[in-house]
């Protein structure tokens, strides 16, 4: 089907923006061609490499092929449809897309006799022409990162080279006349240093997108978006956590349709210490934010009493997520009847991000993983409503971008994530009130501590636990049988592999640790965790 995504007259932002298309062909890397590309304030998107060009109904300025781990040669390798050509815009091919192109225009590409595997550096060749516009403005020597093993074993005709490495011949190739172009190596990691100017010379140079991608430009179309969707009357409703994303996204829904957004936080007992409190503050009174808050930790509470398994504490808490939220969006509805100017709860809102869509689209071969929406998972289906995402093209620094362009203050914006499940996957064992209690409490003093010693920023999460194991402590003569906290603090940029945080001096976490012991009723220890992700993971069960 052909479809630019309008709905209600309201175009989506490949339509109003310079858009580049990334075509993936199941590369680890083909997500970074998009963020770079946006961090240039140039639009892009991301499509498997499957996509039929005659189904995209909205013209890409240029189309960059991606890597990917196939041999074009290989009789099942993936293949760029040929439509693509007839677009008549620039396309340039990474790695795979470099083979890609060369033989879609020769068929001359077999296994190397050495993989190139790391870094290296490449000769640039001037034909003075527009052959050169990839490399415009840089030196001939680039430093660059390669993953292949596969290479030319000639040029097509009309086609000629642009760099060279010791290894690799055509490391850079060009056509002699149409604005295509094929380079060996990786310019979207940070491991190839000028590999911003390569892209950026492809968009802006060649391709002629406009840099006009900007949170500031994103907002009032997103907000005219989203009433168009909505329209006049519907009402919304959103579970809110106090979290960036779900918080960006009930902004946005508040510019957009004020009161006609009704969002629901839930207290499920297991928040951080004074969480709904603050959340509530935040959102209502700082953000204008029409929000409602149901303190449910007695009954969370009660249904986690006696459970220690982490996955029924998840399953509980999801649950219990769902009877309430179902509950609370039937009241807010039958309030809503009685008021003039708003109709029926059509929408649910949900705070997904682009890395979500991505993952459920790249191709990987037939096994793709589509990430589930954990904590709300199956209300809208449930509930029978329509799905809203105004986050769905963005990456986080983009959702933390759009905050603070809506007057979102930076404490919320820069906030380190928190699982729905909250303090439950915290406390190793049973929940009980006095573990909730403890945790909190010691999490609250590390988290100021570490915001006081200015280290919040560079950590990408930090939490404290509960080991739910007792261990003997002297409290001022008395013999103390307490718990022992487990303090931990990541590094990381995507939560799929992180570091343990080191900036911490021993002194200083001994004295944090003297404070949680002295301070939170309770603790007989404190213990600081080294292990990285793999083989750990950041939360402890
Ligand atoms: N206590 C809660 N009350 C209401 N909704 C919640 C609660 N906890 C989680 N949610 C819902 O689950 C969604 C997913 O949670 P998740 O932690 O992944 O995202 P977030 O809280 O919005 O942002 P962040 O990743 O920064 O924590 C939230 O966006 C929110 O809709
Ligand atoms: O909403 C959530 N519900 C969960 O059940 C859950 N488990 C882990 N996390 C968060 O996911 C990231 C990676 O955590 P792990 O390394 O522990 O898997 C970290 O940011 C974790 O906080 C969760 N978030
Ligand atoms: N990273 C890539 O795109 C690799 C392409 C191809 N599989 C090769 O080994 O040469
Ligand atoms: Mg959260």
Redesign the pocket.
């Known amino acids: 089907m052909v479809t630019n995504g309008e709905i209600n007259g309201v175009p989506p932002p490949h339509t109003i923006f310079d858009t580049i298309l990334v075509l993936d062909?199941g590369?680890q890397?083909t997500h970074l061609i998009t963020r770079r590309l946006r961090e240039l304030n140039v639009y892009s998107e991301m499509l498997p490499c499957t996509q039929k060009i005659a189904d995209l109904a909205w013209k890409p300025k240029g189309v960059i092929l991606?890597?990917?781990?196939?041999?074009?040669y290989a009789e099942d390798a993936p293949h760029v449809d040929p439509a693509v050509f007839d677009l008549n815009v620039p396309i340039l091919g990474?790695?795979?897309?470099l083979?890609e192109l060369a033989w879609h225009f020769g068929k001359n590409?077999a296994?190397?006799e050495k993989?190139e595997y790391g870094r290296t550096n490449v000769q640039v060749t001037r034909h003075n022409g527009h052959i050169d516009h990839l490399f415009d403005g840089l030196e001939d020597g680039l430093e660059v990162w390669m993953?292949?093993?596969?290479?030319l074993s000639k040029l097509p005709d009309n086609w000629v080279t642009t760099a060279t490495t010791s290894n690799a011949p055509y490391a850079g190739i060009a056509h002699s006349s149409k604005p295509y172009y094929g380079i060996?190596f990786?310019p979207e990691v940070t491991h190839t240093p000028m590999g911003k100017y390569v892209i950026k010379n492809f968009a802006v140079g060649i391709c002629k997108a406009q840099q006009n991608w900007t949170m500031g430009a994103f907002v009032d179309k997103e907000i005219a978006r989203i009433r168009g969707l909505v329209g006049d009357k519907a009402q919304v409703i959103g579970a809110v956590s106090g979290g960036v994303d779900s918080t960006v996204a009930a902004k946005l829904m508040q510019k957009a349709i004020g009161d006609r957004f009704h969002a629901v936080m839930v207290d499920n007992g297991v928040l951080r210490l004074n969480e709904a409190i603050e959340v509530e503050q935040n959102l209502r009174e700082g953000l204008g934010i029409n929000l409602t808050v149901i303190d449910a930790s007695k009954l969370f509470l009660g249904r986690l009493a006696g459970v220690s398994d982490p996955e029924k504490k998840r399953k509980i808490i999801g649950n219990t997520f769902i009877d309430i939220f179902q509950d609370e969006a039937k009241r807010i509805a039958a309030a809503a009847e009685n008021t003039e100017r708003a109709g029926k709860i059509e929408w649910f809102l949900q705070g997904t991000l682009y890395p979500d869509v991505i993952e459920s689209i790249s191709f990987k071969g037939p096994s793709a993983t589509i990430k589930t929406h954990h904590n709300v998972g199956g209300l809208p289906e449930k509930m029978d409503l329509k799905l809203i995402e105004p986050l769905r093209e963005l990456f986080k620094d983009e959702v933390r971008a759009l905050g603070t362009e809506m007057g979102i203050p930076d404490d919320l914006v820069w906030r380190h994530p928190f699982p729905g499940p909250g303090i439950a996957i915290r406390i190793i064992g049973e929940v009980t009130p006095d573990r909730v209690r403890i945790a909190q409490e010691a999490d609250k003093i590390w988290i100021s501590e570490i915001k006081e010693a200015e280290y919040y920023r560079a950590i990408s999460q930090a939490y404290a636990a509960v080991l739910g194991v007792k261990a003997v402590a002297v409290v001022g003569d008395q013999r103390l049988h307490g718990e022992i906290i487990h303090l931990r603090a990541v590094q990381t940029t995507d939560f799929m592999t992180a570091d343990a945080f080191e900036d911490f001096s021993l002194k200083w976490l001994k004295r944090v640790s003297g404070r949680i012991a002295n301070e939170v009723s309770g603790v007989a220890r404190v213990v600081y965790e080294t292990t990285s992700k793999p083989p750990a993971t950041i939360e402890l069960e």
């Not at 991606?66 to 074009?72: A, E, K, L, R």
């Not at 993953?147 to 290479?151: A, E, I, M, Q, V």
Request: hydrophobic share 20%; with cysteine; net charge positive.
């Open positions: 062909f590369s890397y991606s890597g990917g781990p196939y041999s074009v990474i790695c795979y897309g083979q590409v296994a190397g993989r993953s292949h093993g596969d290479k060996q990786h």
